[in-house]
């Protein structure tokens, strides 16, 4: 019974970094708190009603004090601000080489597609050591995506795409928690990841692999849909190729330029209206009611398949 | 400049009338600060027995008392009946009400009328989520969040809106009432910088009040729209943004914070002031530090959303400002302790409650660092580590200077002592409950576990049947003094008109004062807090 850890496990690049400045916090914490505790017990006692201490010299204000106080704080704050924001930001942008996986959240459960074809419900298994970055979305409410031993955690909103990322540095098994209130079985959308040794996990994915790759299902959603009719290689006459798309900056009727991402890709399916490519008409019908979350991920692998720009370095991570 | 006249024959304000019609027709803000009192503590026991429930099915991992959908209910009903129908409300308008007018030397609040129609939107606001909770409940978090509130849940959700959202007229009608009646019906001598800072503190409240109010009204409204009407405002299937409604949640909701917490701080300033027998340490600095907190308060909202997908740079915007916020913060606590130095501190039940007050609110204060740093918060936020910090800044800070305040002038209100033993006794235990309840629900969130979860992975069980434990003392310590504090109303009233010798205006009144407070208006020669001066002149 008394067995019970008191900190959680650290199992991402990012962990230890995380504990580092949460242990600087608790200093902070410890010397604020301390000085306060201290000058409570120590006054309380001296300057208790009957004791004979001189009171001889009271004062009721002080600049430089009230300066010291406030200006103090202020400067270990900063400090803290810059560490926090620096790691923020470093959390947010993903390694270039990062693995893909795309989640799906729906009431109450953690649906997980694999390029390779391989899906999982309520399970990740992912390689140690390898950046694995999630591209998340929503179909029904809002959830979030939570690993306590990756100090990881992203809202998964309907309606748009987020992304997280993070490197599992242990093999093992951690907790999945949906951190969003989400309804009546909350508590119960968990699930877990699977962190395994390299060979292992190019094991597994080749043992539980149900499905073709997402390409290939997304070439086949591509002609079952009648995208291929008009964003055809040979004829850009109704709408642009989609070859070399991904990763691109693409110029809007609008004027305004966009880079080809995963956002982009998804908003230009499901209201091509909102981000018409310049120099073509809005000709193309919504998909909104037709495709699935899962299968508008398959669409935007393929279209990833058919390549990126041609310069490199161009390529902007969302 | 005395005016007391202890005179056992003149009516106070319970004595002058008698009858049903007496009370509820009154513009007595005495009067109304005792209906709010009574109204308010029936929401906090209402808001307690949700409490008491979650906490014993927390006991396990298992969801053996209570099923998903009770339980959700429960966290929802308990956020909601604490933060809007208990913390809101309470120092504002039962001590405030009571207490602001003969603060500055009025006979009442500047709109008497305005003042028992607040009382009454509150009670039919009340009455009306009451009765929304009770028919089936509402399961959505208090917080609302869409599209889960309009798309999904499939319990009372429009009616408990309609419920806040009258409710958030009588906050409304409060604040505007306190600012007019400070601004114009000050006594003469009583400049801004004379005023006590329990004044400020409720000042720098409703100018909060004021402009944030509107903006949780206008959000519910239109959260009733897409729910009633499926119009898209929040909801994507519906072409509606749900980021949208977080920004103009938190746009209120956090300021609520330090509607919450603001008024305590007054409270404290008061409290430690009498019983070290010491002016306030900084007291231009205190006054400023509540204003300045009320206005950074309107800026620091998108800290709730630093995962929520808001872009980085705002999250870095908003990290950046919520440390700001904290500077004020630590200048009062500062200040606090530094009145102390060189006092004449005598250990009574109130001063207690302060000295808790100081304490439990910088643990708050100092892990709302924790949460402001984004890095650090994208780990804790939405685990028990946000609920151990908010419950320490709303309970340990809002709720430990209400009550210190009650006892403080518990002897103006009711001309009745309470004892002091008992009452010494529940300070204690309350400190001592309420940190063995919250403390380890840190280092649950620090292990990940999240906020409203009815069942947990085992190794959660340790730590949260200690805060189980805690909870059964913490509920003691509220049920103690409802006792005692009845119970003096048995004895007879000779609390006399200054038990602690403490200085301000409503200490010149009798106990309980009579319905116009001051026989004369008083006029006002020096700054607040000068108990030096009373020591040299051998009070």
């Known amino acids: 019974m008394w067995d019970f850890p008191l900190l959680p496990e650290a199992a991402s690049s990012t962990a230890a970094e995380v504990d580092a400045l949460f242990w600087l916090l608790i200093g902070v914490a410890a010397f604020f708190g301390g000085i306060i505790t201290a000058g409570l017990v120590y006054f309380n006692i001296r300057y208790r009603k009957n004791s004979k201490a001189s009171r001889a010299g009271a004062v009721s204000e002080h600049l430089p004090l009230e300066l010291l106080w406030s200006i103090v704080p202020l400067v270990i704050s900063a400090g803290i601000f810059g560490w926090g924001a620096k790691l923020y930001f470093d959390m947010h942008v993903p390694p270039e080489h990062a693995r893909e996986v795309y989640v799906v959240a729906k009431q109450w459960m953690w649906k997980i597609q694999h390029p390779q074809g391989n899906r999982e419900i309520n399970e990740l298994h992912v390689p140690v050591g390898v950046p694995i970055k999630l591209v998340m979305t929503s179909q029904d409410v809002i959830h979030s995506f939570f690993v306590p031993a990756f100090r990881v955690k992203q809202d998964v909103l309907p309606g748009r795409y987020t992304t997280t990322w993070f490197e599992a540095t242990k093999p093992g098994e951690y907790h999945l928690f949906c951190a969003e209130y989400c309804g009546t079985s909350h508590a119960s959308m968990k699930g877990r990841v699977v962190v395994m040794k390299q060979e292992e996990f190019e094991r597994w994915l080749a043992g539980s692999r149900l499905a073709e790759p997402m390409t290939a299902s997304g070439d086949q959603l591509f002609r079952q849909f009648g995208c291929v009719t008009c964003h055809s290689q040979t004829s850009q006459e109704r709408g642009p190729s989609l070859h070399g798309l991904f990763g691109s900056t693409v110029r809007l009727a609008d004027g305004s330029t966009v880079t080809a991402d995963e956002r982009y890709i998804r908003e230009s399916i499901l209201n091509p209206g909102g981000a018409l490519v310049a120099g073509y008409k809005p000709l193309m019908p919504t998909y909104a009611q037709q495709m699935s979350q899962e299968q508008l991920f398959q669409i935007i692998e393929y279209i990833k398949s058919l390549g990126g720009p041609q310069i490199a370095g161009e390529r902007k991570n969302p | 400049m005395k005016t007391v006249n202890e005179d056992a024959l003149q009516k106070n304000y319970i004595t002058a009338a008698y009858g049903i019609r007496s009370w509820l027709l009154t513009r007595d803000h005495k009067r109304i600060a005792l209906l709010y009192l009574i109204s308010i503590t029936l929401f906090f026991f209402v808001g307690g027995f949700f409490a008491v429930l979650m906490r014993l099915e927390l006991m396990t991992p298992q969801g053996d008392l209570v099923s998903a959908e009770t339980y959700n209910r429960l966290f929802t009903m308990h956020g909601i009946a604490m933060i809007f129908f208990f913390l809101v409300p309470s120092i504002p308008a039962v001590l405030g009400n009571f207490l602001l007018p003969m603060m500055l030397?009025?006979?009442?609040?500047?709109?008497?009328?305005?003042?028992?129609?607040?009382?009454?939107?509150?009670?039919?606001?009340?009455?009306?989520?009451?009765?929304?909770?009770?028919?089936?409940?509402?399961?959505?978090g208090w917080t609302f969040y869409t599209p889960y509130s309009t798309g999904y849940s499939t319990t009372n959700v429009v009616p408990v809106v309609v419920g806040i959202f009258i409710l958030g007229f009588s906050s409304i009608l409060t604040g505007l009432n306190f600012i007019v009646t400070t601004h114009k019906m000050r006594a003469p001598g009583l400049t801004w910088f004379r005023l006590p800072l329990f004044v400020w503190s409720q000042y720098a409240t409703s100018v909060i009040i004021l402009l944030a109010t509107p903006v949780l009204a206008i959000t519910l409204a239109l959260l009733g729209v897409e729910r009633i009407f499926q119009v898209g405002i929040f909801d994507p299937a519906l072409g509606g943004d749900p980021i949208l409604f977080q920004h103009m949640f938190w746009f209120y909701s956090h300021p609520a914070v330090y509607i919450m917490v603001l008024p305590s701080m007054g409270v404290v300033s008061e409290l430690v002031t009498c019983f070290a027998r010491r002016r306030i340490f900084g007291y231009k600095f205190m006054a400023a530090a509540v204003m300045a907190i009320a206005v950074l308060g309107f800026l620091v909202w998108g800290h709730h959303m630093f995962v929520s997908g808001q872009s980085v740079y705002a999250g870095m915007a908003f990290s950046a400002l919520s440390f700001f916020v904290a500077i004020p913060?630590?200048?009062?606590?500062?200040?606090?302790?530094?009145?102390?130095?060189?006092?004449?501190?005598?250990?009574?039940?109130?001063?207690?409650?302060?000295?808790?007050?100081?304490?439990?609110?910088?643990?708050?204060?100092?892990?709302?660092?924790?949460?402001?740093?984004?890095?650090?918060?994208?780990?804790?936020?939405?685990?028990?580590?946000?609920?151990?910090?908010?419950?320490?800044?709303?309970?340990?800070?809002?709720?430990?200077?209400?009550?210190?305040?009650?006892?403080?002038?518990?002897?103006?209100m009711t001309g009745r002592m309470y004892h002091e033993g008992w009452a010494k006794f529940s300070a204690l235990i309350l400190f001592v409950g309420f940190n063995l309840t919250f403390f380890p629900q840190f280092i649950l969130g620090y292990l990940g576990m999240p906020r409203r979860y009815y069942i947990y992975p085992e190794e959660f069980q340790v730590l949260n049947v200690l805060s189980t434990a805690g909870a059964s003392i913490l509920g003691l310590g509220y049920i103690i003094p409802m006792i005692y504090l009845l119970w003096s109303l048995r004895k007879p009233r000779t609390a006399g008109p200054n038990p602690w010798n403490a200085t301000g205006l409503e200490w010149l009144t009798p106990s309980p004062p009579p319905t116009h407070n001051f026989d004369k208006t008083p006029i006002v020669t020096e700054g607040p807090y000068a108990y030096e001066e009373k020591s040299a002149n051998g009070e």
């Open chain 2, 329 to 412: 913060s630590a200048v009062k606590v500062f200040n606090w302790t530094a009145t102390l130095h060189k006092g004449r501190i005598e250990f009574r039940t109130p001063v207690l409650y302060a000295f808790g007050f100081i304490g439990l609110f910088t643990i708050g204060g100092l892990t709302g660092l924790f949460l402001a740093t984004l890095a650090v918060n994208v780990h804790l936020t939405d685990t028990y580590f946000v609920v151990a910090h908010f419950h320490y800044i709303m309970v340990g800070g809002a709720v430990m200077g209400y009550l210190g305040g009650i006892h403080y002038w518990w002897p103006k």
């Open chain 2, 105 to 140: 030397g009025a006979r009442d609040l500047a709109f008497p009328r305005l003042n028992l129609l607040s009382w009454y939107l509150y009670m039919v606001g009340g009455a009306y989520t009451l009765y929304a909770m009770v028919t089936g409940g509402i399961d959505t």
